[in-house]
């Protein structure tokens, strides 16, 4: 491979040839292939907008020659274009606080601005420090690119959870006349419809979603400018204000300086406080998983109280078998969430002093949890929510052999005689209501009357008894 030699503060180092990066982004391939892993394009962009609109407002103050500030911001829209994106190399565990991460964007962004002002590539016209990196420090960009990275990552995700909510509030809508037998413990229970079963998570989900919209506050407030930290060293008043303006243009978004700069260069709670919203929808997203697979199971030996769309064989020795994939799927993404989760809180806690030099694992975790949440809701209510179709001869017949009818029928027999009849229902296979009518503990319209489907599943006592 050809190759280049530069040299940095440690001495020289070969560079290869065709690299935007240079010597520190080098060392960095070379000391840290532990994963394998590129950092998320969402990530590089936030640091890429974080370049740009600091050689903008470091023009505006005076302090960077307008030549070099112009070629470093159209470095970095050319670099935002996609066009440099395997230049981005440095593993998501590096150094800490993310030092790596910064010089190769400030190394890519250094070189290309020499190639377009005419230069010769690793030149040094364009110094990655001491002008991409003007007015800032790792320890103050890299908390301000998770913060932009999940707020870019959290706008494709909300809409894919508003997706999810309102399929699951269409089939509580389609299935909201079925009546079947609920389940507590697993064992039979009171009467509910299924469509209330679907508005119910749909109700869920969309209480998920405004603790995830409850996170963006933190997230919009800014510590750019804070430096080494918090203290804004080397870095002018108002640079900071122009700096925070510039991102907001940037981005479209409203975001702001931060009132504390210490407090907001070493505290991760606002990406504590995102990734317990994102261990949330995950906690969520396996309980309807798990109620799926169950109320789908069978469908000759389990419940079969709904059917899932098929979208592939479920078995390399079993024929005609279907599985429920995508409700596996979102369980398994379920999984990987709490543990980026947990991964999120060990760091967050791990920092000292006036630094947290955890954070390149929280931004991977957290990006992480971002994507397959994204990706995995979407496949979820594409190919199976929208397809489910009701078995409703099935939960009619449930509830009609369930031991939970004697629930209904407590108010007008009393507690006792319906306990009686539960143990005669159980112990002769015979349904509640076929019993009741033998016994003559009620009529044929009075039980009519008392089993109407709506007023029994409302508030209040079936058959208007008082």
């Keep these: ?90 593993d998501p565990f590096q150094a800490g606080a993310g030092t790596s991460h910064n010089m190769n964007v400030n190394e890519v962004l250094a070189n290309r601005s020499d190639e377009l002002l005419g230069e010769g590539r690793g030149s040094g016209r364009v110094n990655a420090n001491d002008h991409v990196n003007m007015a800032q ?12 990275a999940a707020l870019e990552q959290m706008d494709l995700l909300a809409p894919e959870l508003g997706r999810l909510r309102d399929a699951l509030a269409r089939k509580g809508e389609e299935f909201d006349g079925i009546l079947k037998s609920g389940r ?125 769309p098929a979208v592939q064989p479920g078995s390399s020795i079993m024929p005609g078998k279907v599985n429920p994939v995508m409700a596996e799927m979102i369980s398994m993404v379920g999984f990987q969430v709490m543990g980026c989760d947990a991964t999120v809180v060990l760091a967050a806690q791990a920092g000292q002093l006036q630094l947290n030099v955890m954070m390149p694992v929280i931004a991977f ?30 939960c009619r017949r449930y509830l009609d052999e369930s031991l939970g009818m004697a629930t209904i029928f407590a108010p007008y027999l009393g507690y006792a005689a319906a306990a009686e009849v539960a143990k005669e229902s159980a112990k002769s296979g015979r349904s509640i209501r076929e019993i009741i009518l033998e016994q003559g503990h009620l009529s044929e319209e009075e039980v009519e009357a008392i089993l109407n489907p709506y007023p029994l599943t409302s508030p209040g006592v079936p058959g208007g008894k008082r």
């Design 184 to 308: 507590t413990h697993l064992q039979d229970a009171v009467p509910i419809r299924l469509g209330q079963e679907f508005a119910a998570y749909a109700a869920a989900v969309a209480r998920a979603i405004r603790g995830l919209d409850s996170c963006r506050g933190d997230l919009c407030e800014l510590g750019i400018g804070g430096t080494a930290v918090g203290t804004g060293l080397n870095a002018e008043e108002r640079y900071i204000d122009l700096v925070v303006a510039e991102l907001g243009r940037e981005t479209g978004r409203e975001l702001v300086r931060a009132k504390d700069l210490v407090e907001t260069t070493f505290n991760m709670d606002p990406f504590v406080a995102l990734s317990g919203a994102l261990r949330r929808v995950a906690v969520l997203l396996v309980k309807l998983s798990g109620d799926l697979r169950l109320l789908a199971s069978g469908p000759r030996t389990g419940l079969d109280e709904i059917t899932l």
């Design 365 to 394: 975790n957290l990006l992480f949890s971002l994507e397959i949440l994204s990706n995995g809701v979407e496949r979820l209510t594409t190919l199976s929510i929208d397809g489910i179709s009701a078995n409703e001869a099935r």
């Design 137 to 148: 420090s790792t320890n103050d960009v890299i908390p301000t690119a998770i913060r932009l």
């Design 1 to 90: 491979m050809a190759v280049r030699i530069e040299r940095d503060t440690l001495g020289t180092m070969e560079v290869p040839a065709d690299a935007l990066y240079g010597p520190q982004t080098a060392r960095a391939v070379a000391n840290f292939p532990i994963s394998g892993l590129k950092p998320f394009p969402c990530f590089v962009r936030a640091t890429l907008r974080i370049k740009k609109c600091a050689a903008l407002a470091n023009m505006a103050t005076g302090r960077l020659d307008g030549q070099i500030g112009n070629a470093i911001v159209a470095a970095a829209e050319e670099a935002l274009s996609g066009v440099h994106d395997g230049q981005f190399v440095v």
